[in-house]
């Protein structure tokens, strides 16, 4: 079970029992009492439940509508709802001893932690906030590229050391995607990257939810039939999905709306 679907399932019993025991849940899901314990952190930062010795109990909000953690900002709620949906899917595309990069986005900090109970991977990462992340709640081996961090986003901006590396698995996410301009990016650097990954990956997976499609970004990133995994939710429009079966494009849905 990944991080994602383990923290549904716990909501879903403290919403039941009103309160429940780091000991049940540990026994219940077959995961550690540590794990577990960093869940309820996460439910508490949500406002969902109250940390008690030994539990938590249910905090009766009828503001609590959301399975996401909570933002001040409507804009970055809008892009957590958004990934949080299909990051999920993403993750089951990994395979045990699997080498992973994962880009510093919305869509990147989503979708590792629910890897944070993976088994036999390595991840590789551009972005300090993804670096300490899985440095601090998982056991997993970790490369962070080294050299100048652009202070805004947090990433790595010499690329130059992934010529010396090979990927099983690349993901990236694109702001915009047209049948006539493909993957669609705001910033160059995203372009590089891309570029570099192509190079030393054996599959680059773009994960984009709907609300993209049909959208541009301000820099062309790559045409639609260079990559060959997408990773999307069910309300994907349907010439695109045209478009991937036609082309024998891996294309892997959410069913949650």
């Known amino acids: 079970m990944f991080g994602i679907e383990r923290l549904q399932a716990i909501r879903e019993l403290v919403k039941e029992k009103k309160s429940v025991e780091v000991a049940y849940l540990s ?19 949500e406002g969902l439940v109250e940390k008690t010795y030994g539990g938590a109990i249910l905090i009766d909000n009828n503001q609590v509508t959301s399975d996401v953690q909570k933002s001040t900002n409507d804009e970055d709620v809008e892009v957590d709802q958004c990934f949080h949906r299909i ?8 395979e045990p001893g699997d080498t992973v990069f994962i880009g510093g986005s919305a869509m990147g900090i989503d979708l590792v932690k629910c890897l944070v109970d993976a088994k036999d991977m390595i991840i590789v990462t551009n972005n300090i906030e993804i670096a300490m992340f899985v440095y601090k709640e998982s056991n997993h081996k970790l490369v962070m590229l080294g050299g100048e961090i652009d202070m805004v986003s947090g990433n790595v ?17 694109a702001d915009g995607v047209d049948l006539q301009y493909g993957y669609t990016v705001n910033e160059k650097n995203e372009v590089r990257l891309y570029k570099k990954l192509h190079q030393v990956s054996r599959d680059v997976i773009v994960v984009v939810p709907s609300e993209r499609y ?41 069913m949650l709306n």
């Open 27 to 45: 026994k219940e899901l077959d995961v550690s009492e540590v794990t577990i314990r960093r869940d309820l952190d996460k439910l508490e930062k």
């Open 87 to 94: 990051t999920g899917v993403a993750a089951k595309t990994i």
């Open 157 to 173: 901006v010499e690329l130059d050391q992934l010529d010396e590396l090979l990927i099983e698995k690349a993901f990236i996410t």
């Open 214 to 254: 049909h959208k541009r970004g301000l820099i062309k990133m790559a045409p639609l039939p260079s990559i060959m995994t997408v990773v999307s939710d069910k309300e994907m429009p349907e010439d695109f999905k045209a478009f991937y079966f036609e082309n024998n494009i891996k294309v892997h849905t959410s």
